[in-house]
Structures are given as C-alpha cells and as structure tokens.
C-alpha cells in the first residue's frame, strides 16, 4: 500500500492567518492527490482535485501545490467557517489511502 | 441535484449481521461506481472498496479480508455494505461515495454510524 503521511496534526491559528499543511506519499504518485475538508458530524468535502485543481464551489483562497511525492495545501486568510479537520488522499493505486488527518483551530 | 441517501444509525452485538444502504439520486446510478469509506471516531479515512453498479464487479481493500461484502441493485438505484459477523472494531461511520473512476472523491453520503458492542 502507498503509505501518505500527513503534518502537522493540528495547527492552531487566528482569523486571517495563512496556513499550511502537508502530505508526503511514500512512492511517486504523479498529480493523484486529493484534499478533503470534514467539519463536525458532517461528510467529508472535497476541496482540491488532481493535486491543484479547485473543487466544485470551493473558495479560491484554497489552493494546491505538489506533484511527486509532496504535496500541501495552503489556506489564505483563514475565515472562521475553515476551522475544521483537513484530509489528505492518494488516489494513484488501490486501496486508495488517507493521511491521518490536520485539526485546525483557534 | 446529486444525491446519495444512506440508510440510519445501528446499533448491533458482536457477532451480529448487517447491511447498510446507499441510495443514488440526480445522475445514472450505474455509470459511476459507488465506494465505501470509514472513519472510526477521531480518527482518520479508511477506504474499504467500491463496486461498479452496472455489473456488480468490485474490488477490496485487501485488510478487509473479506470480513465486507459490498453489492448493488441497479434497478433500485441502491448499493450496500454488509457484514455476516459484526466486531466491536467496526464501530464507525461508513460512508459512501460516488466515483467517476478518477479516485477523487466528489460526492459524499450522509454517513451512517454503526455501533457494536461486545
């Protein structure tokens, strides 16, 4: 299995910070990457496709970097609607696999 | 409006049967291929497999062994995941997610929670 390793675990920030987070893939996966946003009690949301292509309806202060084996996922100007826990995925060879998730809050 | 309705929370016994449902709505229920995520409580995503509706081939996460059995009814427009032997392990919220084949996770189910106790 490809093995994606996720930092940091949490992060804490303020509204209108700039964050990052990154995902490492244990073997080269090309652009086959993913971002997922998941609030409380709610499915997770795609938010970055293909490693840097904006989802459906997402902000654009959201944004995608990486090809390889590195990836991340910057938010500018946190709003208070993106605090929340953040997802990364492989999607390059079965079983697909996660990172272990990024919390972000205040 | 794309839609997948997933059947409500269970609770069940170690050892017990169980099958969950996935209903899609708004787009042609057998061209995509329906998968099933899990998220043990606070914790992160496991994919578990996912099935084509149109004929009913799947593939599995291979650390499953085969403790999952994933099916579809085309004619309804519903997919399921079901266990013959639940365990106190499998306590989680499954998900299920609408596939166009590119592994990107577009669609999400409302997730169903499953509860068991040993």
């Known amino acids: 299995d490809i093995q994606v390793?996720?930092?940091p675990?949490?992060?804490s920030a303020?509204?209108?910070d700039t964050v990052t987070i990154t995902c490492w893939a244990s073997q080269d996966i090309s652009t086959s990457f993913a971002w997922y946003q998941q609030r409380p009690g709610q499915a997770p949301k795609l938010l970055i496709y293909a490693a840097s292509n904006l989802g459906s309806g997402v902000p654009s202060?959201?944004?995608g970097s990486g090809s390889g084996t590195r990836f991340s996922l910057t938010i500018n100007s946190l709003q208070p609607e993106d605090f929340a826990m953040y997802f990364c995925q492989q999607a390059h060879t079965f079983p697909l696999?996660?990172?272990g998730g990024t919390k972000v809050d205040i | 409006e794309v839609k997948l309705e997933q059947s409500g929370a269970?609770?069940?016994k170690a050892g017990?049967?169980?099958r969950i449902?996935?209903?899609g709505s708004g787009y042609i229920f057998a061209s995509f291929w329906i998968n099933w995520v899990r998220q043990v409580p606070g914790k992160g995503l496991e994919w578990l497999g996912r099935i084509d509706p149109a004929d009913s081939h799947t593939n599995y996460n291979p650390s499953l062994q085969g403790h999952v059995t994933i099916s579809a009814d085309k004619s309804i427009f519903t997919a399921y995941l079901q266990w013959s032997g639940l365990k106190a392990s499998d306590t989680a919220t499954y998900y299920c997610v609408k596939d166009d084949s590119s592994g990107f996770y577009h669609e999400w189910g409302q997730g169903t929670p499953v509860t068991v106790s040993s």
């Open chain 1, 97 to 99: 696999t996660f990172g």
């Open chain 1, 5 to 7: 390793t996720q930092s």
């Open chain 1, 14 to 16: 303020s509204i209108g």
């Open chain 2, 21 to 23: 449902s996935c209903k």
């Open chain 2, 10 to 12: 269970e609770v069940k």
């Open chain 1, 61 to 63: 202060r959201f944004s």
């Open chain 1, 9 to 11: 675990s949490s992060v």
């Open chain 2, 16 to 18: 017990e049967s169980l």
